[in-house]
């Protein structure tokens, strides 16, 4: 999906949480925009039809210094056109439902 490389001819300037800042060799970039220490968002539409999407993420590092992120993977899609919607029972539905369980475990 996406294009996800290391920089090996370049240095990167990165702040750290403390304030303090640092450079680092080798940064990666995603279709060829630098990273910084800061999510960032990227978007990516799929022309394909299914019922099961698998997200997969395969790094391969050469130093104890790599460190790669996700958060907050939103995925969206439109409902196929044989999806039946279910109504939600009202409260009266749930009620008796419960009530009619009390009396059959009483017995």
Not at 45 to 58: F, K, P, V, Y
Not at 81 to 94: F, K, L
């Amino acid at each position: 999906m996406f294009n996800i490389q290391t920089e090996n001819s370049k240095e990167m300037q990165y702040i750290m949480a403390s304030g303090k800042s640092v450079t680092f060799q080798d940064p990666l970039s995603i279709d060829g925009q630098l990273m910084t220490n800061e999510f960032a968002t990227f978007n990516r539409g799929i022309a394909a039809t299914g019922n099961t999407l698998a997200l997969r993420l395969r790094v391969k590092a050469d130093s104890g210094s790599e460190i790669f992120g996700l958060r907050n993977i939103n995925i969206f899609g439109e409902a196929a056109s044989d999806v039946v919607n279910v109504p939600e029972p009202d409260h009266r539905a749930i009620f008796l439902c419960a009530a009619l369980g009390l009396l059959l475990r009483k017995r």
